[in-house]
């Protein structure tokens, strides 16, 4: 399929030497790029430096209907997470706030900030006050980023549950459609969560494959986009990868 996309122009034909996404962004500021991939947050900040509309569009599937099994997965931790050291002289109290932090007081704090201050509680659910969304709209040296201001007012660094809709208030329609869009043919059934470690003996055998097959991997696949190898060599590349073990941590790969 990529082949095809490259045949008809619709990858760049300098796509192996460029690396996402800051490379592209001389491409999108005068319009010559028609589809990137960018961070969620840097949506409505694209569409008012390139002078028209960012929207999202679902990841492309090699049939109508098809599901992808990778890519899928939206955590509902987040990315700070806690651990209690064995040197610790209140481990009772230690566990009882972490455990705090996944309850529903204790997600409203983490991802709104205090109640009264950053967040009022309205018919039950956490609403943004103007300390928040008056700052967000503000722009350039009259105010602070909606990153920023989310960093500053609420405790997100204490990990607990993590509230994805949060943000939507900050930005765009179209902001508030992107996870939704990226995600609607995605079942993640293939994802390994980021908190999710190998053992120490499954760890050492993935660091004795992978820089193999990862080497072989960026060598052949760009080819097989650009045409510098046919594409019918594809089912031995696939051989090749399984002889290596690629199966041992990635079942089903590389596909059929």
Known sequence: MMHAWYQAGYIGTDFVSKEMPDAYMENQMSQQTG?????????????????????????????????????GYRPSVGEYSNTISTSCDALELAARFIDYLYTDEGTVLTNYGVEGVSCEIINGTPQFTDVITKSAEARGDEGF????????????????RFDTSRGNVLYSEVYSQLTDTWYAHKDDAWDIPDYVKLSEQDDT????????????????????????????????????????????????????
Not at 52 to 70: A, N
Not at 214 to 243: A, C, Y
Request: glycine fraction near 10%.
């Open 35 to 71: 589809a990137l991939y960018f961070f969620r947050d840097a949506c409505d900040v694209l569409s008012d430096m390139a002078g028209g509309s960012v929207v999202p569009v679902s990841s492309p599937v090699k049939k109508e209907g098809d599901t992808l099994h990778i890519g």
């Open 145 to 160: 980023s909606s990153n920023v201001v989310l960093d500053v007012y609420t405790f997100r660094q204490l990990g607990g």
């Open 205 to 256: 055998r993935f660091n004795s494959i992978w820089p193999d097959l990862q080497t072989l991997i960026l060598e052949n696949v760009s080819k097989f986009i650009n045409g510098d190898k046919p594409l019918s060599e594809i089912p031995s590349f696939q051989d090749q990868l399984r002889q290596m073990g690629i199966e041992e941590f990635y079942p089903g790969s590389p596909g059929p």
